[in-house]
């Protein structure tokens, strides 16, 4: 009678690193990953700020670093999900632009006073500046910081996923 002898040490190894992977090996350093793009996230986000010129911006910018009060950075699912952001009011005007007077308001008085070409609101103040109402464009910060960082992150997941095969999954 005839035997056939299957070498299966190949196999075996692959099921090790699959096992080795599912323990927590991977997740963790898919987390670190996640949070490593958050951080690149926020880097270009703070860059197009700068490059558009972003009026009284510091408030703004700060808030798009990790852990800065007017900062959303949320990892959840295990740390399988970042969600990044800011909760600073005016973002969203900035972004997407904004009338400067409320709906059927021609005109208002805003407080403050100038110092150089910048106007400094300041409540208590008896001087100050009339708005008339128009549109201020938007500067559109966030939306094209996110048609660039998605260009960075098909590169960037396509090479780590390639290290992850090679890492966890070859022989």
């Not at 798009?64 to 909760?87: C, M, P, Y």
């Amino acid at each position: 009678m005839s035997t056939v002898d299957f070498d299966m040490s190949e196999l075996k190894q692959f099921f090790q690193k699959m096992e080795n992977a599912a323990k927590g090996d991977f997740r963790k350093e898919f987390e670190l990953w996640l949070e490593a793009i958050g951080f690149d996230f926020l880097r270009v986000v703070q860059d197009e700020i700068k490059n558009r010129e972003v009026m009284d911006s510091r408030l703004l910018l700060d808030s798009f670093t990790r852990d800065d009060k007017g900062n959303v950075w949320e990892l959840s699912d295990g740390g399988l999900t970042l969600e990044v952001g800011t909760n600073v009011d005016y973002a969203n005007y900035v972004e997407k632009g904004h009338w400067t007077n409320p709906k059927g308001i021609a005109q208002r008085f805003v407080p403050g006073y100038w110092q150089s070409d910048r106007f400094i609101y300041d409540p208590s103040a008896k001087s100050g500046m009339v708005l008339k109402q128009k549109w201020v464009e938007g500067k559109h910060y966030f939306e094209s910081a996110l048609r660039i960082y998605e260009k960075i992150f098909k590169e960037s997941a396509e090479r780590k996923l390639q290290q992850w095969i090679e890492q966890y999954f070859s022989f």
